[in-house]
């Protein structure tokens, strides 16, 4: 299966200035997300879509490609991933289009050595249209409503390892998302069809969205490193 990586990297961000180029463990945040999709060893090829010449430069000396910028309307505040893709698909994924897309997002460089790669076969034997990043969510969830609701019996308060799979909550991370290209196109929704989900671990939750968050990043990606569970790192 002919699948291409599809970075997401504007040039605009309000919480963390020129967040794609801000160095966490001495590289540009973007340059973790294009390494590790540059190394899954499924991935055809890595393409950036940026407005920022800036971002593209820096892209393409990690080993990406940026033929083109995003036009400025793609690329708002308030611009839905969706669009940037489909331009992605329609302007820089040739001369053939590929037949699943991996979206890995920037905004979470911590990534297992194995992590994609174990995602993409989980995808493909399991014969799914999408797949998502999942984490399960450990504690006792409630509703925030006038009145709190459970989503458990706080009458039968079973321990973790007692609750059967089907009761069981996971969260969407937004660490990667695997899509087949026809399903995308055809609804708009990067999650579509046959849905499914690739749990990973505490580390891989961290997500870069405020100045403190990189302490936070850093700090997992040196775990990591410790256990040789990526690439080594430059401090």
């Not at 033929?67 to 489909?86: I, Q």
Request: aromatic fraction near 8%; charged fraction near 30%; glycine fraction near 6%.
């Amino acid at each position: 299966m002919i699948c291409d990586a599809i970075v997401l990297a504007r040039g605009g961000s309000k919480g963390i200035p020129r967040k794609n180029l801000v160095p966490v463990c001495g590289k540009p945040l973007i340059a973790w997300t294009i390494e590790a999709a540059r190394a899954s060893g499924f991935v055809r090829d890595v393409v950036v879509s940026t407005d920022s010449e800036e971002i593209a430069e820096t892209a393409r000396s990690f080993g990406a490609r940026v033929p083109v910028l995003r036009p400025d309307d793609l690329a708002t505040d308030t611009s839905p991933a969706e669009g940037a893709l489909r331009h992605a698909l329609a302007e820089i994924c040739r001369p053939e289009t590929p037949e699943a897309v991996l979206f890995p997002q920037v905004t979470s460089p911590v990534r297992r050595r194995d992590t994609l790669a174990d995602a993409f076969r989980h995808f493909v034997e399991g014969d799914y249209d999408s797949l998502f990043s999942a984490r399960l969510i450990r504690n006792y969830i409630w509703r925030n409503l006038p009145e709190p609701q459970p989503l458990y019996d706080p009458h039968n308060r079973l321990m973790r390892q007692q609750i059967p799979p089907e009761d069981r909550y996971y969260r969407e991370t937004g660490n990667f998302y695997l899509f087949r290209t026809q399903s995308f196109l055809e609804t708009g929704c990067r999650l579509t069809g046959r849905i499914g989900f690739f749990e990973t671990t505490d580390e891989e939750v961290v997500e870069i969205d405020e100045p403190d968050d990189i302490a936070v990043a850093e700090l997992m990606l040196e775990r990591l490193a410790r256990n040789l569970d990526i690439h080594p790192i430059q401090m």
